[in-house]
């Protein structure tokens, strides 16, 4: 079985457990904050979250991860079988991750824990994550999906990527970052609903 390391509070957590409910597979949780110590370092070598152990075998960060489960389970395809298409979803969920919510994250610390942020940092992260805006708008279809006419590893990052970043721009710079992209609101009020997404925002809750 496999067992999937980290806490429920962390978005890239929740995002592969939805994947795995996605694809009916069973597995563990296993409560794992992060971490500098050498058990931890051998699941994750950044000591992030989250990883999964498969007989033995560790993987960390959610990419590759979702590739791995892909990959041993095909149905139901997060990905299209066309090439193009199945490369555009992967290019749309790297622009999510890298040029919305990690440029975002600079700013978690002064977001969530009181840390102190310079004007110079949050005026250069709140350009880049609006640079990154559009150019997630730019990719996103939404037809009724963010790839497509079908649900990918793309909605997945739109759904726990978005959030994550709408929250830090609204604390940040007083900004609603959606507010000027209407269809993603729709996307996400969908996705919420979806029952694999619904069931781990359920449990999440419970802690």
């Known amino acids: 079985m496999i067992k999937l390391y980290g806490l429920r509070m962390s978005n890239y957590y929740s995002l592969t457990k939805a994947v795995l409910i996605e694809k009916g597979l069973e597995f563990e949780e296993i409560k794992a904050p992060p971490s500098q110590k050498d058990d931890y370092l051998e699941r994750s070598p ?25 990959q041993i389970q095909p149905e139901p395809a997060l990905l299209p079988a066309d090439p193009i298409k199945s490369a555009k979803a992967v290019e749309l969920a790297l622009h999510i991750k890298l040029d919305v919510e990690l440029a975002a994250r600079r700013l978690l610390p002064a977001a969530l824990f009181g840390a102190t942020a310079s004007d110079e940092l949050i005026e250069t992260t709140r350009s880049e994550v609006l640079r990154g805006m559009k150019a997630v708008s730019q990719l996103m279809v939404c037809g009724p999906y963010a790839a497509g006419d079908s649900f990918t590893l793309a909605d997945m990052y739109t759904f726990y990527s978005m959030g994550a970043a709408s ?41």
């Open 46 to 70: 950044m000591g992030k979250m989250p990883s999964i152990d498969v007989d033995g075998v560790y993987i960390s960060e959610s990419l590759a991860i979702i590739n791995y489960l892909e």
């Open 167 to 207: 929250s830090i721009s609204k604390k940040m710079f007083d900004l609603e970052l959606l507010e000027d992209y209407p269809q993603i609101s729709d996307l996400l009020a969908m996705l919420a609903e979806r029952p694999s997404i619904a069931q781990v925002t359920a449990e999440a809750a419970k802690k």
